[in-house]
Antibody
Framework: QVQLQESGPGLVKPSQTLSLTCTVS??????????WNWIRQPAGKGLEWIGR???????NYNPSLKSRVTISVDTSKNHFSLKLSSVTAADTAVYYC?????????????????????????????WGKGTTVTVSS | QSVLTQPPSVSVAPGQKVTISCSGG????????VSWYQQLPGAAPKLLIY???KRPSGISDRFSGSKSGTSATLGITGLQTGDEADYYC????????????FGGGTKLTVL
């Protein structure tokens, strides 16, 4: 059974870069048609999707964070990583990593490949427990 | 402000049924599949419903999902105190950029 575990510094200074890693156990990050996601949740607030990466290295980011976010994958270490630059107190949150399945659907059939401009199916079926990151001097 | 609108809170008596709505538009719910997530207090989110109305293995049939046009609905029957949680809908948005969006979340209280 696949499990995800987030790791990284719990405290980051303003204007610096937040760096987190999500280690995948119980399965290979490059097997199957899975997408690897980062999501965050400020205390008492809702979930915000940060972005995702496929094992090939293809990425998608939340437009509101795109200029500051980099997600990368290291298949040799079976983990993927998040870097968020120029952080402020507003970036203080619990950060989750999650595995997702997805693809496009057409003519009543769905396929586990991504075709731009299609009808998409996508869902996050395995989540890490989350790690709290505080931005403070 | 999320592009997917959910009621902030709902309260229901034990044993009763509740529906939680998720309203969007043609670029998100109207064109893509919806999933729902349950977040118990202090825990990570958990997948409840995928592809609009499918349940993952191990999820009770008390939970159901549906979609019509640009809105989706999560239904829970036979409410238990253990169902008290935050519930989030989510889907892809294909407006200017293609990205995943969550609803603002609904806090379910079982009185």
């Amino acid at each position: 059974q696949v499990q995800l575990q987030e790791s990284g510094p719990g405290l980051v200074k303003p204007s610096q870069t937040l760096s987190l890693t999500c280690t995948v156990s119980g399965g290979s990050i490059s097997s199957g048609s899975y997408y690897w996601n980062w999501i965050r949740q400020p205390a008492g607030k809702g979930l915000e999707w940060i972005g995702r990466i496929y094992s090939s290295g293809s990425t998608n980011y939340n437009p509101s964070l795109k200029s500051r976010v980099t997600i990368s994958v290291d298949t040799s270490k079976n983990h993927f990583s998040l870097k968020l630059s120029s952080v402020t107190a507003a970036d203080t949150a619990v950060y989750y990593c999650a595995r997702a399945r997805g693809g496009y659907c057409s003519g009543g059939n769905c396929y586990s490949i991504w075709v731009i401009g299609s009808t998409y199916y996508y869902y996050m079926d395995v989540w890490g427990k989350g790690t709290t990151v505080t931005v403070s001097s | 402000q999320s592009v997917l609108t959910q009621p902030p809170s709902v309260s229901v008596a034990p044993g009763q049924k509740v529906t939680i709505s998720c309203s969007g538009g043609s670029s998100n719910i109207g064109n893509n599949y919806v999933s729902w997530y349950q977040q118990l207090p202090g825990a990570a989110p958990k997948l409840l419903i995928y592809d609009n109305n499918k349940r993952p293995s191990g999820i009770s049939d008390r939970f159901s999902g549906s979609k019509s046009g640009t809105s989706a609905t999560l239904g829970i029957t036979g409410l238990q105190t253990g169902d008290e949680a935050d519930y989030y809908c989510g889907t892809w948005d294909s407006s200017l950029s293609t990205y995943w969006v969550f609803g603002g979340g609904t806090k379910l209280t079982v009185l």
